[in-house]
């Protein structure tokens, strides 16, 4: 008798949802914090987490709220989990200097700082969002 394959815990936490209603799911998470409604989403994406935590972006929306609501270690936490998804979120790097300068830990902000910064400079990273906000974080560090 062949043994049955040892299941993933994500796929014993993601409980049925397809990949596509994880995805819809994000995106009332997203919707929600972008018409100001941060209660709402940070329920959603923390549900999500809980559901799929394999899903980086859902990560990156709870450290979004809890960067706006200025708990800056509980942001931390949720922009290294989205880093352990995907290591290579410029978005998880730049919440989580973020967090690390709202809570004063400025070693560790200038550790990720100089991270980013050599993507940028190698052209790693081309998005001008990104680089703008990378931009006002290196000035909030070298102003503090």
Known sequence: MKAARP???SEV???GYSDE???HIYELARFSIEIGEFRRGELIASGLVEVAP???PAWLCVAFVHL???AYDQAIQAAQHALKVDSGSEAALLYLVSGYLGAEDYNSA??????LGELFESGGLDDPHALRFYRALLARYQNR
């Open 7 to 9: 299941r993933l815990s």
């Open 13 to 15: 936490l993601k409980r």
């Open 21 to 23: 209603e994880i995805a």
């Open 54 to 56: 394999e899903f980086a």
């Open 68 to 70: 706006h609501n200025r």
């Open 110 to 115: 200038g550790t990720h700082l100089g991270e």
